[in-house]
């Protein structure tokens, strides 16, 4: 076992370890949520991270998203990704892809793959996303902030979560109100990962049918059954 993962032994098996460098999973957006979930499954040695984000950097993104810095203002976040993952960990192979999710290359693009992360900004955008997993048969860890707030949950194909969270899918989100800071993202980022990780070794409690809603104004982490 490389001594990268030595770390991880406690907590996961060396044949786990060892059987994440074969699964594939799919990050929609590279931004906010989906920068600090990009860099966490790879250090966790996930084989291949589809990255797929159409959109580029701009100044308002230096606040919170881990793959922002000055230097890459003006260039695509999926090919930013791939380029910081072979500075943190070379075995993982990134698959970006720069352009948006549509109704046309949905099946293309997220076939395949073991897992398919919800980390987009648009509520419309989440429901095409889960219209697909549900497709093709993947489950999907949806994850939103908002300010102080974030939530998490899971989604298997056959689940109506997403219709319980977003009964009104064509709202916009309350982050585009309360804007985010550089903590909200890294948290629930983290949380999503896990749920992801769970998915993938097949083992612990998953936010399935449920959501966990967090708030780090009061501290409070609260699961609701859906």
């Known amino acids: 076992m490389d001594k990268r993962y030595i770390k991880n032994m406690n907590m996961l098996s060396k044949e786990e370890n060892s059987n994440l460098r074969n699964f594939k999973v799919c990050v929609i957006g590279c931004g906010g949520l989906g920068g600090f979930i990009i860099e966490m499954l790879g250090r966790l040695g996930i084989g291949l991270i589809t990255a797929i984000d159409g959109d580029v950097f ?59 992360v919800d980390a987009v900004d648009n509520i419309q955008t989440r429901f095409l996303i889960k219209n697909f997993a549900t497709r093709l048969g993947i489950p999907m860890v949806h994850g939103a902030i908002a300010g102080w707030y974030g939530q998490v949950s899971t989604i298997f194909p056959g689940d109506d979560t997403l219709g319980k969270i977003y009964p009104r899918k ?24 896990s749920e992801i990780l769970k998915v993938l070794i097949g083992r612990g409690d998953l936010l399935r049918n449920k959501i966990l809603h967090i708030d780090t104004y ?9």
């Open 170 to 193: 064509h709202d916009h989100g309350v982050e585009k109100e309360l804007g985010n800071p550089s903590f909200t993202p890294a948290l629930v980022a983290s949380i999503q990962v």
């Open 58 to 116: 701009d100044e308002t993104n230096l606040n919170r998203q881990l793959l922002s810095t000055c230097e890459n203002l003006g260039k695509s976040k999926a090919l930013i990704a791939k380029e910081r993952m072979n500075l943190v960990n070379p075995e993982v192979k990134i698959h970006p892809v720069t352009e948006r999710i549509t109704e046309n290359n949905g099946l293309e693009l997220l076939g395949g793959h073991d897992v398919i």
């Open 218 to 226: 009061e501290q409070s982490y609260t699961v609701l059954e859906l």
